[in-house]
């Protein structure tokens, strides 16, 4: 099976433009997760769709948002750039049930500049 | 609340010679522990998995990890480093069943010295 996809990249902005990053899971898998990570706050939980449906949220200001589709593929949006969120912005997919709790397969990120 | 704390921020072993990264973890339910592994640029890799089986947990490339209740803890070891081993681990815990949010300790930078 391919593995989490993450597009693009690499990406520059600047403060106060908005950013669209994209996910593709592992076929089959119905959950995604989206986490921040940086060298002062570590890896950040920042939300999971299961479903086209958020299920779980982390702390982070309501500029980060997101969205699922049918086929489970997952957009993060952040609006009102900062320089602080500047990071590694990593997508990660499991089978997403509540039966069990599963191991997530993380994609190889997105690494975002704001300058 | 769960949360995980990593006690090395930074470990140097030799080439060939025993690895341990330590880990203690807090959480109100029943846990679930993972250890992953981040190489340079990349993204991050599951090594072992914890959900309440055998506490003594074999990964992929040698790597195990033993949990202890009473400890709270769940280190990481290997017999021998190999210079491939060099990267950043990350010891992480699970929500209850079914729960995605993983929560992560701030990691350990492991250098191996030839």
């Known amino acids: 099976k391919a593995g989490v996809t993450q597009t693009p990249r690499y990406l520059i902005k600047t403060r106060g433009q908005q950013v669209t990053l994209s996910c593709s899971p592992i076929?089959?898998?119905?959950?995604v997760s989206w986490y921040q990570q940086t060298p002062g706050q570590g890896l950040q939980f920042l939300f999971e769709y299961f479903s086209e449906t958020q299920r779980n949220k982390g702390n982070f200001p309501g500029r980060f948002s997101g969205r699922q589709f049918s086929n489970s593929r997952s957009e993060m949006n952040v609006s009102t750039l900062e320089l602080g969120d500047s990071a590694l912005y990593l997508c990660a997919s499991s089978p997403g049930l509540t039966t069990s709790s599963y191991e997530q397969y993380f994609g190889p990120g997105t690494r975002l500049t704001v300058t | 609340a769960q949360s995980v704390t990593q006690l090395d921020s930074h470990v140097s072993v030799s080439e060939g010679t025993p690895v341990l990264l330590r880990c203690n973890y807090s959480?109100?339910?029943?846990?679930?522990l993972f250890w992953y592994v981040q190489h340079p640029n990349k993204g991050l890799q599951l090594l072992l998995k914890y959900t309440s089986a055998a506490t003594l947990v074999k990964g992929i490339n040698g790597f195990e990890a033993e949990f202890k209740k009473s400890e709270t803890s769940f280190h990481l070891t290997k017999p021998s480093a190999h210079m491939s081993d060099a990267a950043e681990y990350f010891c992480v815990v699970s929500g209850p069943r079914g729960a995605q949010k993983l929560v992560f300790g701030q990691g350990t930078r492991l250098t191996i010295n030839p």
């Open positions: 076929s089959g898998h119905r959950s």
């Open positions: 959480s109100s339910y029943s846990p679930s």
